[in-house]
């Protein structure tokens, strides 16, 4: 996994609430546990004039012009605005994987769905969660200016605007620790490998029946 570093995008507003996971990325497209591959179905029912076939990848089908993520420059944003309960409903990973692999970094909202902000960290993704009424200057900006960018520094906990606001965001610790170090479940794990391998050591010596054969 990548470490989060300080970077500049364009934000796309989707001004919806309660996005669940099944809009981000529809049941019919888990078929896979990569990571990879699933940007070209985000948000699939609301980038798309016909229902897509699964089975046929090659499949052409006409964009919704309307939806902001089919329209330029938002088909190369880094940033999502959004609503309150972004990533509600169910617990697919794959809907963190679709942002990413369409190229959101982060979702900037009010509130998140539990599990998809937990699934969001360990892939490496960041969401913001800052208060409604900040949401709502952001979205009176973006809609100001065609291609309104925004800078998110993790570091420093703030997000800047071209227009010269700074949103300050909170994050646990731990958290933001992984991100900038680029450490998932195992990377975490595999930190503490000196440890683990001296517990073993000294357990093997306290209890020597239980590693016979091994």
Same mark, same amino acid.
């Given at each position: 996994?990548?470490?989060?570093?300080?970077?500049?995008?364009?934000?796309?507003?989707?001004?919806?609430?309660?996005?669940?996971?099944?809009?981000?990325?529809?049941?019919?497209?888990?078929?896979?546990?990569?990571?990879?591959?699933?940007?070209?179905?985000?948000?699939?029912?609301?980038?798309?004039?016909?229902?897509?076939?699964?089975?046929?990848?090659?499949?052409?089908?006409?964009?919704?012009?309307?939806?902001?993520? %089919?329209?330029?420059?938002? $088909?190369? &944003?880094?940033? +999502?605005?959004? #609503?309150?309960?972004? /990533?509600?409903?169910?617990?697919?990973?794959?809907?963190?994987?679709?942002?990413?692999?369409?190229?959101?970094?982060?979702?900037?909202?009010?509130?998140?769905?539990?599990?998809?902000?937990?699934?969001?960290?360990?892939?490496?993704?960041?969401?913001?969660?800052?208060?409604?009424?900040?949401?709502?200057?952001?979205?009176?900006?973006?809609?100001?200016?065609?291609?309104?960018?925004?800078?998110?520094?993790?570091?420093?906990?703030?997000?800047?605007?071209?227009?010269? %606001?700074?949103?300050?965001? $909170?994050? &646990?610790?731990? +958290?933001?620790? #992984?991100?900038?170090? /680029?450490?998932?479940?195992?990377?975490?794990?595999?930190?503490?490998?000196?440890?683990?391998?001296?517990?073993?050591?000294?357990?093997?010596?306290?209890?020597?029946?239980?590693?016979?054969?091994?």
């Amino acid at each position: 996994m990548e470490a989060f570093k300080t970077f500049t995008g364009i934000v796309a507003p989707i001004d919806r609430s309660n996005v669940d996971t099944d809009a981000i990325i529809p049941k019919q497209y888990l078929k896979s546990i990569k990571r990879s591959g699933f940007g070209p179905n985000l948000f699939d029912d609301w980038r798309y004039l016909e229902q897509g076939d699964p089975i046929n990848e090659n499949q052409s089908r006409a964009i919704n012009p309307d939806f902001i993520l %089919n329209q330029s420059p938002y $088909d190369k &944003a880094e940033l +999502l605005l959004a #609503r309150e309960n972004f /990533g509600c409903g169910s617990s697919r990973e794959h809907a963190v994987w679709a942002l990413e692999d369409f190229g959101i970094k982060v979702v900037l909202a009010p509130s998140f769905g539990d599990i998809f902000y937990g699934n969001s960290f360990k892939n490496g993704f960041l969401p913001i969660r800052l208060a409604e009424d900040e949401i709502d200057a952001l979205f009176i900006s973006v809609d100001s200016q065609k291609g309104f960018k925004a800078t998110v520094n993790l570091e420093e906990q703030v997000v800047e605007t071209q227009d010269g %606001n700074r949103y300050s965001f $909170d994050i &646990a610790a731990g +958290l933001k620790d #992984r991100l900038l170090k /680029g450490l998932d479940d195992i990377g975490l794990t595999l930190a503490q490998a000196d440890d683990i391998r001296r517990y073993e050591k000294n357990r093997a010596k306290i209890t020597p029946w239980m590693f016979q054969g091994i």
